[in-house]
């Protein structure tokens, strides 16, 4: 069975605009998710647990105590403030360092049985001495670092596929071998700047399905054969799809299916315990950025089962 990370904190409120208008960004997806998932039948009330906040000790392996010191008293500079996009409250670094668990139990599940997904998480803008693009610990590298320190794993593979690049992540392991940084991503979406992942595939605007899942069937495999991971991170963002208003690219909700189905059959074929974190989305309407997530968890369910 898979083990999925939710506590009612992912579903922080956040403040509207001048005119009423709500937060740009879907904070409501984090509650709505498990609601969905419990409502069909895909899940029961046994998949999900709460995590607990972790452990500076592993904050602060990829994390410099400067910029952890920032969250924990509330003083980062308002101009990272803005870069991050949420206004900066206790409840807010509470729900970090609360998913940032999550993803770690997550891993620890994986290694026993295959598969665990996080409702929020995949918060990859996050830099080692700073955060922006609505995050703030990035949640893969943390437990990507507890992984190694604990012996738990040698040689990780991050597999990016959220439509912005993993630029915080590609930072945090720029000079860590045992860490390989994939992002697949939109080329002329944010952040401008780019940095250098392990490997970056950027996709010109308005790919759709066929070249985007035939790039992705080409490169995964290789990844793995090359670099020979025995765990895997998969940042599952659903900003790939056509009706996203930041994503750029056109592929369909079907296709981003595919997408998972894909990256879930190529774990299972080479025994490799994976872990999901949602990463972004951010289509008008919010039905469409949650069945686009619950897929995610539908696949996994369906073949972990």
Not at 11 to 24: A, D, F, S, Y
Not at 70 to 95: D, N, S, W
Request: net charge negative; glycine share 10%.
């Amino acid at each position: 069975m898979v083990s999925i990370a939710y506590a009612p904190l992912y579903k922080l409120p956040l403040p509207t605009g001048p005119h009423g208008e709500p937060h740009r960004f879907p904070m409501l997806k984090y509650e709505l998710i498990p609601e969905q998932l419990l409502y069909e039948g895909t899940c029961t009330p046994e998949h999900f647990f709460v995590p607990g906040p972790v452990d500076d000790r592993w904050v602060l392996g990829v994390h410099t105590p400067a910029y952890v010191t920032q969250l924990k008293t509330l003083t980062v500079p308002p101009a990272m403030v803005r870069r991050i996009g949420f206004p900066l409250t206790p409840e807010l670094i509470e729900r970090e360092w609360i998913i940032t668990q999550g993803t770690i139990d997550c891993a620890l599940w994986a290694k026993q049985h295959g598969c665990a997904l996080n409702v929020a998480g995949g918060t990859h803008h996050a830099f080692p001495d700073k955060g922006e693009g609505f995050c703030l610990l990035n949640d893969v590298g943390v437990a990507a670092h507890y992984l190694l320190e604990t012996g738990q794993a040698r040689r990780i593979l991050v597999i990016d596929l959220d439509v912005h690049q993993g630029n915080g992540t590609a930072v945090m392991f720029a000079h860590e071998e045992r860490v390989f940084t994939f992002s697949m991503h939109g080329k002329d979406n944010y952040p401008l700047k780019k940095e250098q992942s392990d490997l970056d595939i950027a996709l010109p605007t308005g790919t759709g399905d066929e070249v985007y899942l035939n790039t992705l069937y080409d490169a995964l495999p290789r990844l793995i054969d090359q670099h020979q991971p025995d765990f895997l991170f998969y940042v599952a963002g659903v900003d790939i799809i056509g009706t996203d208003r930041l994503g750029k690219l056109a592929v369909s909700r079907e296709g981003c299916r595919q997408r998972d189905v894909f990256v879930f059959d190529t774990a299972m074929g080479r025994g490799l315990p994976i872990v999901v974190s949602m990463g972004g989305g951010y289509s008008p309407r919010i039905a469409d950025i949650v069945e686009a997530h619950c897929n995610t968890f539908r696949v996994a369910v369906g073949k972990f089962s």
